[in-house]
């Protein structure tokens, strides 16, 4: 009979072991996975801010030190609130800074009067101050800016009707939590961390007097104090801010598009350091070659800045340490998860860009290379004259020789990706093929031959080499099945192909020009489908922003179990998707997504106008980060080249219009410093007047998506020129107001029938028969992290999973202790699901097949007789890279030589021994019925959570856990064998048990 725990019980059982847990050592480091926010988790949101007067607006808020306003390129910074409540940030030097207004024998804090009305735009902030204690017709402004030449914010305060003597007093103070984490950045500290340490006297208090109706004030940093400056010392710094903010311009029907011009600038802005593009402008303010910040120069028309930038990193490409160490040059010290830092390795060698700018001499653990001469190749599209394509071609022909001997050592076109995209820590190839890298270079290599035909170099090379990796990417990374680009093609084993693609496979091919439209068209419905879709939504007003709009922001991926940026609600993955959208000829849902990413941080976040790096609907981090280099970076592109569709390709002579509008504008125009243009509908008839100023002028193209299809235009290269455009209006329906979200959990034949496995139903059967197979075990389960799986390894320089089998780069240390003492208690190990298996209570107690050499690929397990199912115990690893792909398989054979087949799939019956799945119904999904999880140190069999702690991340099982699956068999058929095999590569699956049902 079947004896089923209560629910009762087992939360008070899953408690108890999340307890045990919290008090182990977790499973790695999860700096990037611990939060501050899992308060927040689906909790209600609002519209915290709305434009108005051109301003992100909100009324008496209370999001404090969110917002910062950057000045200068140091990294000194005014964090400012939603009431006029400020800190200043030094790495050595934090104070809090609060005002306080004296009228009518009264003193109120300005933090806390009645009414507050506070605006931002473009790296200023303002303030409008009511309460009932100055009378019903007086108020007081603020204004607030930090100047770009010295570490110092200036205020501007103005009253009105305030007929009194009133007084300002100024205190500063240090801040309650001097060490802060990520620079003191959003959700990285305590909500109160700026605020005045309570127990620490003020650095500075004193009063200043109205000069009529104002005060304006500075602050000295170094002096920790602040001083009366003249109104032309403020307007002298406002004007600065507003030349740099009015740098590109937009106007559409929409205001929340229209406050994205100088937000952007400043966001930028706060990423330049003087010299080059940062990785971000507070947490990770740091230098770095690649990822996305590099595009800024261009996109932004910081043509100075550009060149600042990659000339820095051009002086830091490695040109006199030649490859003499052969692969694979893995690091021991890091159980070989990653290369060995040392020079004269095939990474660390010439053409290898290094850490710094303008130097040479110092390794870094990316492929910088990839992301910094994509945006090089992006300047070109914009800089195409001969002497800027001389200047660089040296370093490209060394680049492209780096790329090839590291990651494309087999010369079969495809390329191996050694993290080199933002979603790069826990990402991990192993030697394969991979979709993203190898996009990335058949694009370099495409323009290299284009670059070689202008200045006169031999193409020939590049362009057979890119004739090969396109032909190679088609044939072995297409996904003719599901019509699209697959993630990686496994090296190793039975290179296998993982179909399973997170977005960055899908954007980088469409981003880099490769596969036909037609292609790119449908690998964007890949995304539509599989790609979880996550509701962007508000209680209580919208200020417009979502009453018309079903919006929907995306994850990165479907991946189990979870880490660090393997399955996360990235902005700028979203940015980059929306990018793609709109380049592969969907440009309703590119604004769609576009316009969701930007409601959900901008306006409904807790920082107004944020390029945060991390979404409010992340599962494991929560809103993260503020004006991260990444994001501002794609965020550009996705609005400049996607939305309003400026894409230069002076490589060939043309510059491209082709806006994603939605169809319901009638017109609409854009300013920036290298093209600007107006549009205009007359009827069917789209106007556009164009003006160019770039270094060569190119042949326009006017390209407009139309009830009819695509409408095209050709132009001249004047620089001034009105180009019409006919174009009938979309209907309605092709809009995406009208969209809904098509995601569905579509399942292969192969993971509806493992889901249908992990449903375990044993009151069909009278007669049960366990296997006894302590003849076929070879080893104990307690030993799965213990080995060292040496081989097969690729023979090339790679990431790949640690010698100990679990863990990644990131975590190269990383094990996890099993304990079976439940398993050992008993000859036969009596489940609480009505159903027992016969165990061995000393020796060894599973029967282990992996890829590895370390076990036999397959285990043969003799039957006789007819069944209707057989019930498995099983244990064993896996990991996200091996995600939604049959890790092994059970065959059932019969005697008369037929056989069923059951492919065990994460997450639907096979999940990793040390912890559990993490399961929300958003980026992490199971649409299955969740398997039963069997402890074997406890014992306890239960389809309830069991690490039920807040982590997303590493949620740990005391211990370890098998699983239970039911395989039917033909009961007509006499039954010969039940052999376990492994498919997948890292992994090591173990059979811990077999009973027979009939």
């Given at each position: 009979?079947?004896?089923y725990?209560?629910r009762?019980l087992v939360?008070?059982?899953?408690i108890?072991?999340?307890l045990n ?8 480091d999860f700096?990037e996975s611990?939060s ?6 689906n909790a209600?949101?609002?519209v ?5 007067d051109d ?15 950057y000045?200068?390129?140091?990294e000194?910074?005014?964090?400012t609130?939603d ?10 030097d934090k104070r ?8 009518n024998?009264a003193q ?8 507050c009305r506070?605006q ?5 902030r303002?303030?409008?101050l ?9 108020y007081v402004?603020?204004?607030?800016l930090?100047?770009y030449?010295a ?7 103005h ?6 003597d009133?007084a300002?007093t100024s ?9 802060l984490?990520?620079s003191g950045?959003?959700?990285?500290n305590?909500?109160d961390a700026?605020?005045a340490h309570?127990?620490s006297?003020a650095?500075?208090?004193?009063d200043?007097?109205f ?10 940093a170094?002096?920790k104090?602040l001083?009366?400056?003249s109104?032309?010392v403020?307007?002298a710094?406002e004007?600065e801010?507003t030349?740099?903010a009015?740098?590109i311009?937009?106007s559409?029907?929409e205001?929340?598009?229209n406050?994205l011009?100088?937000n952007l600038i400043?966001a930028?802005d706060g990423n330049?350091?003087g ?5 971000g402008?507070?947490?990770?303010r740091?230098?770095l070659?690649g990822?996305?910040?590099g595009?800024?120069g ?5 043509t100075d800045?550009?060149?600042s930038h990659?000339?820095a990193?051009a002086?830091?490409q490695v ?5 003499t160490?052969?692969h694979?040059a893995?690091?021991t010290a ?7 830092k040392?020079?004269?390795t095939q ?6 860009i290094?850490?710094?700018p303008h ?10 290379n990839?992301?910094f001469v994509?945006e090089l ?18 370093l490209?022909v060394?680049h492209?020789?780096w790329?090839?001997?590291n990651?494309d050592?087999?010369?079969?076109g495809?390329?191996d990706?050694?993290c080199c ?6 990402l991990?190839?192993s ?6 890298s190898?996009?990335y270079?058949l694009r ?8 070689a035909?202008?200045i006169?170099e031999?193409?020939t090379y590049?362009?057979a080499?890119?004739q090969?990796t396109a032909?190679?990417l088609d044939k072995?990374?297409?996904?003719s099945?599901g019509q ?5 093609r496994?090296?190793?084993g039975l ?25 790119q068209f449908?690998?964007?419905k890949y995304?539509?489908r599989?790609?979880p ?5 508000c209680?209580?007003e ?8 079903t919006l929907?922001t995306i ?5 189990m179990?979870y880490s660090?940026?393997i399955n996360n609600?990235?902005c700028?993955e979203?940015?980059?998707m929306?990018l ?8 309703d ?6 316009k969701?990413?930007?409601i959900d941080n901008?306006?409904?976040g ?10 409010f609907?992340d599962?494991a981090?929560g809103e993260?980060y503020r004006d991260f280099?990444d994001v501002?970076g794609?965020?550009?592109r996705?609005i ?7 894409i ?6 043309k510059l ?5 509008f ?8 854009i300013?920036?410093p ?6 205009h509908r007359?009827?069917d008839t789209c ?5 160019q100023?770039?270094?060569?002028q ?6 407009m ?6 409408a095209?235009?050709?132009?001249t290269d004047a ?5 019409k455009?006919y ?14 979200p098509?995601?569905?959990d ?11 496995s992990a449903i375990?139903n044993t009151n ?8 006894d197979?302590?003849s ?7 030993n799965?992290?213990?080995h ?11 990431l ?9 780069w990131?975590h ?6 099993i304990?079976d003492s ?5 000859d036969?190990f009596a489940?609480?699901i009505g159903i027992?298996f016969?165990v ?7 029967a ?5 050499d370390?076990?036999?690929s397959s285990?043969?397990?003799p039957a006789?007789?007819?069944?209707g199912a057989a019930y ?5 690893s896996?990991?996200?890279m ?8 059970i065959v ?5 030589g ?5 492919a ?5 019956n096979?999940?990793?021994?040390e912890?559990?799945?993490y399961?929300?119904?958003k980026?992490?999904?199971?649409v299955s019925?969740?398997?039963?999880r069997v402890c074997i140190?406890?014992g306890?069999t239960t389809?309830e959570?069991?690490a039920d ?9 005391p211990g370890?856990a098998?699983?239970?699956v039911?395989?039917?068999l033909?009961a007509?058929?006499a ?8 498919l997948a590569?890292d ?5 811990l048990g077999i009973t027979?049902a009939r």
């Amino acid at each position: 009979m079947n004896t089923y725990i209560r629910r009762p019980l087992v939360a008070i059982i899953s408690i108890i072991i999340c307890l045990n847990a919290l008090s182990q050592s977790r499973i790695g480091d999860f700096i990037e996975s611990r939060s501050l926010n899992t308060d927040k988790r689906n909790a209600a949101r609002y519209v915290n801010y709305w434009p108005e007067d051109d301003a992100f607006t909100t009324e008496n808020g209370t999001n404090r030190y969110t917002r910062a306003l950057y000045g200068g390129f140091s990294e000194f910074r005014l964090e400012t609130s939603d009431r006029p409540v400020f800190a200043t940030y030094k790495k050595q030097d934090k104070r809090n800074i609060a005002f306080l207004i004296t009228y009518n024998e009264a003193q109120l804090n300005l933090a806390d009067v009645d009414l507050c009305r506070s605006q931002y735009s473009g790296g200023k902030r303002t303030y409008k101050l009511s309460h009932k204690a100055w009378g019903d017709d007086a108020y007081v402004c603020i204004e607030t800016l930090v100047a770009y030449d010295a570490e110092r914010p200036l205020w501007h305060f103005h009253k009105y009707n305030m007929h009194a003597d009133a007084a300002l007093t100024s205190v500063v103070k240090p801040i309650k939590k001097p060490k802060l984490n990520r620079s003191g950045d959003l959700g990285q500290n305590p909500v109160d961390a700026y605020d005045a340490h309570p127990d620490s006297a003020a650095n500075f208090c004193a009063d200043f007097h109205f000069d009529g109706d104002d005060i304006y004030l500075a602050y000295d940093a170094d002096a920790k104090r602040l001083s009366e400056v003249s109104r032309e010392v403020f307007d002298a710094v406002e004007r600065e801010r507003t030349t740099l903010a009015s740098r590109i311009q937009f106007s559409t029907p929409e205001a929340w598009v229209n406050l994205l011009d100088d937000n952007l600038i400043a966001a930028a802005d706060g990423n330049w350091d003087g010299d080059t593009w940062l990785h971000g402008a507070i947490g990770w303010r740091m230098q770095l070659a690649g990822w996305r910040a590099g595009y800024l120069g261009d996109v932004l028309g910081w043509t100075d800045r550009a060149q600042s930038h990659f000339n820095a990193y051009a002086e830091s490409q490695v040109t006199d340490v030649e490859p003499t160490i052969p692969h694979p040059a893995q690091d021991t010290a890091m159980n070989l998860a990653r290369a060995q830092k040392k020079w004269g390795t095939q990474m660390y060698s010439n053409g290898y860009i290094c850490r710094y700018p303008h130097r040479h001499d110092n390794m870094h653990h990316y492929d910088m290379n990839l992301n910094f001469v994509d945006e090089l190749l992006w300047h070109f599209q914009y800089d195409a004259t001969p002497d800027t394509l001389r200047r660089y071609w040296p370093l490209l022909v060394r680049h492209l020789a780096w790329e090839k001997r590291n990651f494309d050592p087999d010369d079969d076109g495809l390329y191996d990706a050694y993290c080199c995209i933002w979603a790069s820590d826990a990402l991990y190839y192993s030697g394969g093929a991979v979709t993203h890298s190898t996009a990335y270079n058949l694009r370099a290599l495409r323009l290299a031959a284009r670059i070689a035909e202008i200045i006169g170099e031999d193409a020939t090379y590049y362009a057979a080499e890119a004739q090969k990796t396109a032909a190679a990417l088609d044939k072995y990374l297409w996904d003719s099945d599901g019509q699209h680009w697959a993630e990686y093609r496994d090296a190793l084993g039975l290179q296998r192909t993982h179909t399973d693609a997170a977005i960055w496979s899908i954007y980088t091919p469409i981003n880099c020009g490769v596969g036909t439209e037609a292609q790119q068209f449908e690998a964007t419905k890949y995304v539509d489908r599989n790609i979880p879709h996550i509701p962007v939504v508000c209680v209580g007003e919208a200020h417009g922003l979502l009453s018309r709009d079903t919006l929907y922001t995306i994850s990165t991926s479907d991946w189990m179990p979870y880490s660090w940026s393997i399955n996360n609600v990235a902005c700028a993955e979203v940015y980059n998707m929306a990018l793609a959208y709109f380049e592969a000829n969907r440009p309703d849902e590119g604004f769609r997504l576009l316009k969701a990413n930007i409601i959900d941080n901008m306006y409904m976040g807790a920082s107004p106008a944020n390029f945060g790096q991390i979404s409010f609907y992340d599962a494991a981090r929560g809103e993260c980060y503020r004006d991260f280099g990444d994001v501002v970076g794609v965020g550009a592109r996705a609005i400049i080249n996607g939305l309003w569709g400026i894409i230069p390709q002076a490589l060939y002579g043309k510059l491209l219009i082709k806006p994603g509008f939605p169809a319901e504008w009638d017109s609409a125009s854009i300013r920036t410093p290298y093209v600007s243009y107006d549009f205009h509908r007359e009827g069917d008839t789209c106007i556009f007047n164009i003006t160019q100023n770039l270094p060569q002028q190119l042949t326009v193209t006017v390209s407009m998506l139309s009830a009819d299809g695509m409408a095209t235009q050709l132009g001249t290269d004047a620089k001034q020129q009105t180009i019409k455009l006919y174009s009938p209006r979309r209907n309605a329906e092709h809009t995406y107001y009208a969209r809904t979200p098509s995601t569905i959990d579509i399942l292969t034949p192969d993971e509806q029938k493992a889901a249908a496995s992990a449903i375990i139903n044993t009151n069909k059967y009278k007669k049960f028969q366990q296997l006894d197979l302590r003849s076929i075990y070879n080893d104990s389960v307690t030993n799965i992290f213990k080995h060292k799986y040496l081989s097969p390894r690729p023979q090339s320089t790679t990431l790949q999973i640690p010698v100990q089998g679990i863990g990644e780069w990131c975590h190269p240390q990383l094990t996890a202790e099993i304990s079976d003492s439940a398993m050992r208690a008993k000859d036969v190990f009596a489940t609480n699901i009505g159903i027992g298996f016969k165990v061995a209570r000393t020796g060894n107690n599973v029967a282990f097949c992996s890829l590895w050499d370390n076990f036999p690929s397959s285990i043969t397990i003799p039957a006789k007789g007819k069944f209707g199912a057989a019930y498995i115990f099983m244990a064993g690893s896996t990991n996200h890279m091996q995600f939604r792909m049959a890790n092994a398989q059970i065959v059932a054979t019969y005697t008369d030589g037929t056989a069923d087949t059951l492919a065990l799939i994460p997450p639907y019956n096979y999940a990793p021994i040390e912890q559990d799945y993490y399961i929300d119904g958003k980026a992490f999904r199971l649409v299955s019925k969740k398997q039963y999880r069997v402890c074997i140190q406890t014992g306890v069999t239960t389809q309830e959570p069991i690490a039920d702690c807040p982590d997303v991340y590493g949620r740990p099982i005391p211990g370890g856990a098998g699983q239970i699956v039911e395989m039917l068999l033909d009961a007509r058929k006499a039954l010969k064998s039940i052999r376990l095999e492994a498919l997948a590569n890292d992994v090591v699956v173990g059979v811990l048990g077999i009973t027979l049902a009939r």
